[in-house]
């Protein structure tokens, strides 16, 4: 019996204990257990108004209409059980001290909305707002000259669904920016004057960044042919590889950054109008083939290396897999504002260490690597670079699979040289505006 009574007198006391927490108990509301997510409604809600019904101009609207609008669609867009609260602020910074000001407010609440409610924020700018981009020149206090290739009388190979001249075009809009002189090489007459360092090609020749345009032919002045009075700069014992080993020889003694957009770089010659008679193997007139030769010559001149028509060993490699990006070459793309097309691929892919390395036979320092280094047979090939000489000149090397994408062209020469963007904008005092949404609902605390 004694037993019994203590047993009932626990049961008392437990339940006395759970009533008197009961008592004190805070249970959540069945809104915040079941009901709507309101911060991500007034997310979406704001995001949808701005692309359908163009928030941001109302924001900057003193026309009621406009406002009694805006709350009519949000009214008929919320949920019947939602109230809100759309206010926007006038930013304005005055000393760099930043201040709110209420410019208007809507609302089918008719008092405060509660602890429960919840907000989204947008910035809006008024788009009276310009903004500027003023590059630095490359160069500095001795600006360089950029020089393109767009010569009428020359063809061009692996630029599939391009033409030199349009590339030449491309490169202007993209890079004239950069330099405080830009000249367009029309003819291989004006180009001989580039190369004799004759003033009437305009420009300063000396440190100057050449862009041959017309992928793996590069145009050849009439005089530097076969029977031309510079023969003797252009063509040796059947083979224009000379031409390339006085381009390498130009290239050191200028100090210029000779630039190869797509393939093999110097692989034919072209002048349309004194090679008229030759092609190319693929019937394209006009061009005249040089081989690997022509590279392998380039390399000797800028290297200060005497001229040798039997060194023609194919060097490149063929990458048969999408390139990486290096981490350098995206964080220059987003400071660019250059953006080449992803994963691309490499068909002639330049030697950076091994028997054939450019560097090490040619005494040249990778400087702009574009993509991430590739292995084959234990050698390591660089897909697109540029590749300065300690004795004056550079080659930048972009050999990329067809179709060429000068974006790629343009991002290393910006990575070699890094000039600097400064940017700056105008009109912009009392032109942005902070549109904030509160939701709350309704039967709860």
């Not at 406009?66 to 709350?71: K, N, P």
């Not at 031409?243 to 393939?263: A, F, P």
């Not at 504002?337 to 005494?363: F, K």
């Not at 292995?375 to 300690?390: K, W």
Request: charged share 15%.
């Amino acid at each position: 019996m004694m037993r019994t009574v203590e047993v009932l007198f626990v049961i008392i006391i437990i339940l006395g204990a759970f009533m008197i927490a009961s008592q004190f108990a805070v249970l959540p509301s069945p809104r915040q257990i079941f009901g709507t997510n309101l911060r991500e409604l007034a997310v979406s809600t704001l995001q949808t108004f701005d692309a359908r019904y163009n928030l941001r101009r109302i924001a900057f609207s003193d026309d009621p209409d406009a406002w009694g609008d805006l709350q009519k669609a949000l009214s008929a867009a919320l949920p019947p059980n939602i109230v809100y609260n759309l206010t926007v602020f006038n930013i304005i910074t005055t000393g760099g001290v930043v201040t709110y000001h209420m410019e208007n407010s809507i609302s089918n609440a008719e008092g405060d909305l509660g602890v429960d409610s919840e907000a989204a924020s947008c910035l809006v700018t008024s788009s009276e707002v310009t903004f500027g981009i003023t590059p630095e020149k490359i160069g500095g206090e001795k600006p360089r000259t950029l020089y393109i290739l767009n010569c009428e009388d020359a063809n061009g190979w692996w630029i599939t669904g391009y033409t030199g001249q349009t590339l030449a075009s491309d490169c202007y809009n993209l890079l004239s920016p950069y330099f405080e002189t830009t000249v367009l090489v029309n003819t291989t007459e004006q180009l001989e004057f580039l190369l004799e360092n004759s003033t009437q090609i305009g420009g300063t020749i000396q440190n100057a960044v050449v862009i041959n345009t017309f992928g793996e032919a590069v145009p050849i002045p009439s005089n530097y042919c076969e029977g031309g009075s510079e023969q003797s700069k252009g063509y040796e014992g059947g083979t224009y590889a000379k031409y390339c080993h006085t381009l390498g020889v130009r290239t050191r003694l200028c100090n210029w950054t000779w630039v190869s957009i797509v393939g093999y770089p110097l692989y034919y010659v072209t002048n349309t109008e004194t090679l008229k008679n030759y092609h190319n193997g693929y019937r394209i007139y006009g061009m005249r083939s040089v081989g690997a030769a022509g590279l392998n010559n380039f390399l000797r001149g800028i290297d200060n290396q005497p001229y040798s028509s039997s060194d023609n060993q194919w060097i490149t490699e063929d990458i048969r897999e999408q390139l990486e990006f290096t981490s350098e070459a995206r964080d220059f793309s987003n400071y660019y504002g250059i953006y080449p097309a992803p994963s691309p691929m490499a068909s002639r892919a330049l030697p950076v260490t091994g028997p054939s390395s450019i560097e090490g036979n040619y005494d040249l320092a990778r400087r702009a690597t574009m993509f991430k280094l590739k292995t084959v047979s234990g050698s390591q090939y660089s897909p697109a670079a540029t590749f300065s000489h300690n004795g004056g000149g550079a080659l930048t090397a972009i050999g990329l699979t067809r179709i060429p994408d000068i974006r790629i062209t343009v991002l290393d020469l910006l990575m070699y040289y890094r000039p600097q963007i400064y940017r700056s904008e105008f009109g912009a005092s009392d032109t942005s505006r902070l549109i904030t949404l509160q939701l709350s609902q309704q039967g709860g605390t």
